[in-house]
């Protein structure tokens, strides 16, 4: 990915008159760290970045712009905000859009082709992470880091995040302005953690998300991080009547991730944000994943693809599998 | 202690079709375990998947949602939307570890005291086997 380029096309897109500003990624403060950049001025364009590091799913800052009251007499500001997208991003806003979450006028994406993504956790882990910014590119089945003056060169499968060893839409699905050539999709790997979870006895199943669902803090991290739990009343935050009680035990916690989980069933398009951002590393990709492997091999239907498409919940085709009722 | 378990089920039965197949069962005096909780909802469409959990959570051994038969709703496409939900809600229980043998669906009508008798009876027979239910189940605290 050419960063000048990238950066030109910015500078660009933001001087137009129908673009509010433009979000795309930055350096973050210190080593592998990378902030979400929000660019309002052609010159700050300059700060922008495309690199392995860039894992934040932006289409996550689309429905958590904060709408202020307008003024009496004043028109609300109908320009556009302009996205950078991955291929999983591009997927999370295709969703949004056939969920009429967003509106199609008020987005304008960048597509940026992803060979895939590094796991900054996993990265940090082999690689430790020092004070001073590092640079990662991408380099055939290499990434190169750059770091402190040296160059190293980290075997790709070593450090790419889980949700790009299984990607199958690199590109991005939908996009007003490409940047660089299409990479091709290459899933290097079968789903085998979900497969490890399923092949458990029940009983292993269970003290298996025990241990996991008792860890968590219900920091809402999950919810908050993933580009399509927007709805502004969310069950889990609501009082009257308590979906689920606000005390952190396991029982609670189960019913809260079953509850977040059910609530992406046929809309999670595996971006991993969930999984990414968890405090107490629970693998909430694994549930997800899950559940968009059955609606896609049950019901034939895979989220954020078809602009044209259905939310999968809010539809049903009188030949929808049955044999599991009575 | 020789008693056998006796397994709580809570019951979601459509208003128009499973509650009336229910009520047939009773006033034809068919006999059928009488473990079962039944609430009446206006729809199988209106049961949220969260009432499930809340169910199990509150000590329930076992979850039976009926509604009418596909296309015979009352409002038209309800039991369609609940087939597919409730249907996930299944493989999402079974993959964080509940029996599947305690969560059940099933179409009655309100012709069919008898059949309501055998999905009673399988249901409550399941959740029997599958033993109490301990998983997730909220624990009181005793000060």
């Given at each position: 990915?050419?960063?000048?380029?990238?950066?030109?096309?910015?500078?660009?897109?933001?001087?137009?008159?129908?673009?509010?500003?433009?979000?795309?990624?930055?350096?973050?403060?210190?080593?592998?760290?990378?902030?979400?950049?929000?660019?309002?001025?052609?010159?700050?364009?300059?700060?922008?970045?495309?690199?392995?590091?860039?894992?934040?799913?932006?289409?996550?800052?689309?429905?958590?712009?904060?709408?202020?009251?307008?003024?009496?007499?004043?028109?609300?500001?109908?320009?556009?905000?302009?996205?950078?997208?991955?291929?999983?991003?591009?997927?999370?806003?295709?969703?949004?859009?056939?969920?009429?979450?967003?509106?199609?006028?008020?987005?304008?994406?960048?597509?940026?082709?992803?060979?895939?993504?590094?796991?900054?956790?996993?990265?940090?882990?082999?690689?430790?992470?020092?004070?001073?910014?590092?640079?990662?590119?991408?380099?055939?089945?290499?990434?190169?880091?750059?770091?402190?003056?040296?160059?190293?060169?980290?075997?790709?499968?070593?450090?790419?995040?889980?949700?790009?060893?299984?990607?199958?839409?690199?590109?991005?699905?939908?996009s007003d302005i490409t940047l660089g050539e299409p990479v091709e999709a290459q899933l290097t790997a079968e789903d085998s953690a979900v497969a490890e979870v399923e092949a458990m006895e029940l009983g292993a199943r269970a003290?298996?998300?025990?241990?996991?669902?008792?860890?968590?803090?219900?920091?809402?991290?999950?919810?908050?991080?993933?580009?399509?739990?927007?709805?502004?009343?969310?069950?889990?935050?609501?009082?009257n009547p308590t979906w689920v009680n606000r005390a952190v035990n396991f029982s609670e916690n189960t019913a809260f991730h079953v509850a977040r989980a059910f609530h992406l069933v046929g809309r999670c398009i595996e971006c991993g944000e969930c999984e990414r951002v968890c405090p107490a590393n629970i693998p909430l990709g694994r549930l997800n994943r899950k559940l968009a492997r059955e609606v896609r091999e049950q019901y034939g239907h895979e989220p954020g693809i078809d602009p044209d498409g259905k939310p999968f919940q809010a539809g049903f085709k009188p030949d929808d599998p049955e044999e599991f009722i009575l | 202690m020789s008693q056998q378990f006796e397994p709580n089920i809570v019951a979601f039965l459509c208003n128009w079709c499973s509650y009336a197949g229910a009520d047939l069962a009773g006033t034809s005096r068919v006999r059928y375990p009488a473990n079962l909780q039944a609430i009446r909802v206006m729809c199988s469409g209106r049961v949220n998947p969260l009432y499930v959990m809340n169910a199990l959570q509150q000590g329930a051994d076992g979850v039976l949602i009926s509604g009418c038969h596909p296309g015979d709703c009352h409002y038209m496409e309800g039991n369609f939307h609940a087939r597919r939900r409730l249907g996930m809600l299944k493989e999402l229980l079974e993959f964080v570890g509940v029996d599947p043998r305690r969560f059940h669906m099933s179409w009655v009508s309100a012709s069919e005291g008898h059949k309501w008798k055998e999905v009673v009876e399988k249901t409550v027979e399941d959740a029997r086997a599958a033993g109490p239910f301990e998983g997730f189940r909220r624990r009181r605290i005793d000060w």
């Open positions: 990915m050419d960063l000048d380029k990238l950066r030109k096309t910015a500078a660009e897109v933001v001087s137009r008159d129908d673009v509010k500003y433009l979000i795309g990624w930055r350096p973050g403060s210190y080593g592998y760290r990378v902030a979400p950049g929000f660019v309002e001025e052609a010159s700050a364009a300059e700060t922008l970045i495309f690199s392995p590091l860039c894992t934040i799913n932006l289409a996550t800052y689309l429905t958590l712009t904060e709408k202020l009251p307008l003024p009496r007499g004043s028109a609300p500001d109908q320009r556009k905000v302009a996205l950078m997208v991955k291929g999983c991003d591009s997927r999370a806003v295709l969703q949004l859009l056939v969920e009429k979450g967003i509106r199609r006028d008020q987005v304008l994406l960048i597509g940026c082709p992803c060979p895939g993504v590094v796991d900054t956790a996993l990265l940090s882990l082999k690689y430790p992470e020092t004070e001073s910014p590092a640079d990662l590119k991408w380099n055939g089945d290499h990434f190169l880091l750059r770091q402190d003056g040296q160059e190293t060169a980290i075997p790709r499968l070593s450090v790419l995040a889980e949700k790009c060893r299984l990607c199958r839409y690199p590109n991005p699905v939908i003290a298996y998300w025990e241990e996991w669902f008792s860890r968590c803090l219900r920091c809402y991290a999950c919810r908050n991080s993933c580009p399509l739990c927007y709805c502004r009343d969310c069950v889990l935050d609501r009082l | -």
